[in-house]
């Protein structure tokens, strides 16, 4: 049986979703490694970047040439 999700979880979902909407693909794949408490959004199939930038705010933003292919958030659990 599935685990249950909370009404304040989906309620916290169906605000982000307008946050998601504005990211500049419409298809990503998700993965987060609850351990290291990182979560990683992929814009294109998970694949190797050739470059990254790492922004103040502890995302890394990860490139392939010149195209952005996804995100690595640090620390995702702390963030509202």
């Given at each position: ?15 982000a979703?307008?946050h998601?909407l ?7 794949w998700i ?9 990683y959004?992929?814009f ?6 050739t470059?990254?930038?790492?922004l103040?705010?502890g995302i890394?933003?990860r490139y392939?040439?010149?195209e952005?292919i ?8 702390k963030?509202?």
């Amino acid at each position: 049986m599935a685990t249950p999700v909370s009404e304040e979880t989906l309620n916290e979902t169906m605000m982000a979703v307008s946050h998601i909407l504005k990211l500049p693909e419409k298809k990503m794949w998700i993965d987060y490694d609850k351990e290291a408490d990182v979560l990683y959004i992929s814009f294109k199939r998970p694949q190797k970047a050739t470059d990254s930038e790492m922004l103040k705010n502890g995302i890394l933003l990860r490139y392939k040439d010149d195209e952005l292919i996804g995100m690595t958030i640090m620390d995702a659990s702390k963030r509202h």
